[in-house]
């Protein structure tokens, strides 16, 4: 769990744990319900069915309505069984009939129990998101995604909220739906009640942020339109000939905090930022201070890691991709802060005759309105405007997670538990190309954040090509596996030999399992991709985990 969970989580609302005598586990007077673990326990099935009419009215949540979709949408009897794709069992957040009844209420497409079985294609995709691949406690929740998907390949998000005045932290599922009983802990996983159904996504992360649905978006949705930023936020792209989905986290200014700043329509913008009359052109800078509010890739709020400086011992800040021509910065330790070190965006006088002075110098993010999903990635909201800043420095760590999405999919697809490799097929992959591979394999691994792995055997030669990097001097250091029967390599960048031979069969620790190495210094003279290729010396395995760049000062 990274320091950005542990803040959430323990640092803001932790504090009642150092308060002394309060507690979220009590099953007296718990505003979250009961907490359930029996030695001979139910099935899930088994549990929502005796939970289906209740012994004293308002005793226990009643769940009838919800056993009537899962039977409809055929889901019942696999929730009476053990997970075959998961062998710690599933999640289920069980909405209870008061929830469906407000759900049939607010949906005019769905406003029945029979109209929502009559929809057959939204049910099945309705009640899968309800259900998730893994059993997740509530101690184990993360402030952002669950690290496990639901059966329909989506995510779920966590917020936490503190509850004063019953001694106690407050669950929402993405963002709306309350945990009113928590951690049943059953035979085949956990089912936590909630008191709102899950909606899944089907809307892009246009269509969500489109002032019709929000309309606090007005100014920075016209800003993306009329630039054309927009053009790039469609649900595909195409990538090496090879069309992709288009998966990306946007950052958002709502109406509110862009008027507190005097920028009071389009036209403000326009005036603040645009450098030409085309504000089509890719370099006109309004352009790209809207094409920086979009990152590469998808990062909800637990997934910025913090990143150490292996010199100093010290938190750094990594560097992310935007859709501009500048990266952005973002320092992962007590809170998420973007771009800090820049802009002073707020002062805030603390003491007599103001001496000891708070300086904002970062953008913040606005949690409870952030993880917000959609079929594209997360939606961030800001509480303060993020503008470019070109100086932006930080280190930069390359997973192949974040690069090869065909890699990921196709892991996910078949996945079991953290730690099972899969042999992949390389002709699916469009950022690495190779030579002399016999197998490749790729795997995740939460080991030190690692994230994931490829493993490639063989007399090899592996061209990696990096996401884009600013210009400046970087020392390259990455974590690789050391092992009997483990290659020789070395290491190049843009074709120039970085370091020594770095022999991967000396066993220094347990067999296969990480090192870490500094492979020296680089530098770049254009902001770009770059190219880092791996040439085996002697044939065998070679297990990469990340590839992380340090800005050298």
């Not at 069915?49 to 919800?66: C, D, I, K, L």
């Given at each position: 769990m990274n320091n950005v969970v542990k803040y959430i989580k323990y640092a803001i609302f932790g504090l009642l744990a150092f308060m002394g005598g309060l507690s979220v586990t009590s099953c007296k007077n718990n505003s979250l319900g009961e907490s359930f673990n029996t030695d001979a326990s139910p099935t899930i099935l088994a549990?929502?069915?005796?939970?289906?009419?209740?012994?004293?009215?308002?005793?226990?949540?009643?769940?009838?309505?919800?056993?009537?979709?899962?039977?409809?949408?055929?889901?019942?009897?696999?929730?009476?069984?053990?997970?075959?794709?998961?062998?710690?069992?599933?999640?289920?957040?069980?909405?209870?009939?008061?929830?469906?009844?407000?759900?049939f209420a607010s949906d005019a497409a769905h406003n029945s129990l029979e109209a929502l079985i009559a929809d057959a294609s939204f049910l099945k995709k309705f009640v899968d998101y309800h259900i998730v691949n893994g059993k997740i406690l509530s101690k184990d929740f993360t402030y952002g995604t669950l690290s496990d998907s639901t059966i329909a390949g989506d995510y779920v998000t966590i917020v936490f909220s503190n509850d004063f005045e019953n001694n106690s932290v407050t669950y929402l599922v993405n963002g709306k739906s309350k945990v009113v009983q928590r951690d049943i802990d059953l035979s085949n996983g956990v089912v936590h009640g909630i008191d709102k159904v899950l909606e899944p996504s089907?809307?892009?992360?246009?269509?969500?942020?489109?002032p019709e649905r929000n309309p606090d978006l007005s100014i920075f949705y016209e800003a993306l339109t009329k630039t054309g930023v927009s053009k790039l936020l469609g649900p595909t792209k195409v990538v090496n000939g090879q069309l992709l989905k288009n998966n990306f986290t946007l950052l958002v200014e709502p109406d509110s905090i862009l008027k507190k700043a005097g920028i009071n329509s389009y036209a403000d913008l326009v005036a603040k930022y645009s450098t030409s009359a085309d504000v089509t052109d890719p370099l006109n800078g309004l352009y790209q201070e809207m094409a920086y509010h979009v990152i590469s890739g998808v990062y909800y709020l637990n997934n910025f890691n913090q990143s150490l400086d292996d010199a100093t011992g010290k938190i750094s800040s990594s560097l992310y991709n935007t859709f501009s021509y500048f990266p952005l910065s973002v320092l992962s330790d007590l809170q998420i802060q973007v771009n800090p070190g820049g802009r002073v965006l707020e002062t805030i006088y603390q003491g007599p005759n103001n001496r000891d002075t708070i300086k904002i110098d970062y953008a913040e993010i606005d949690y409870l309105n952030s993880n917000q999903l959609s079929t594209n990635g997360p939606v961030h909201f800001l509480k303060n405007i993020l503008e470019i800043e070109a100086s932006s420095t930080g280190q930069f760590d390359m997973h192949f997670l974040d690069d090869e999405p065909n890699l990921v999919s196709y892991y996910n697809s078949n996945k079991t538990n953290y730690g099972q490799e899969k042999l992949f097929y390389p002709k699916d992959l469009y950022q690495i190309s190779f030579t002399g591979i016999d197998y490749i394999y790729y795997g995740l691994d939460d080991v030190f954040w690692d994230k994931d792995y490829i493993k490639v055997l063989g007399d090899f030669t592996l061209d990696i090509k990096t996401p884009k990097l600013a210009p400046g001097k970087y020392t390259i250091f990455t974590r690789y596996a050391e092992g009997n029967g483990y290659a020789s390599v070395q290491v190049f960048f843009n074709g120039q030999r970085v370091g020594n031979i770095k022999d991967c069969s000396r066993v220094t620790g347990s067999n296969g399992q990480p090192s870490s190495t500094t492979l020296g210094d680089v530098i770049v003279t254009k902001f770009g991709q770059q190219k880092i290729t791996i040439d085996a010396i002697s044939p065998g395995y070679f297990k990469c985990y990340f590839i992380r760049f340090t800005p050298k000062l």
């Open positions: 549990y929502l069915q005796s939970r289906a009419t209740p012994s004293e009215v308002g005793s226990v949540a009643e769940y009838s309505t919800f056993l009537k979709i899962l039977d409809a949408a055929n889901r019942a009897n696999s929730l009476g069984a053990y997970n075959p794709r998961n062998k710690n069992g599933y999640t289920v957040f069980a909405p209870t009939n008061a929830a469906f009844s407000q759900f089907f809307y892009s992360a246009l269509e969500l942020i489109n």
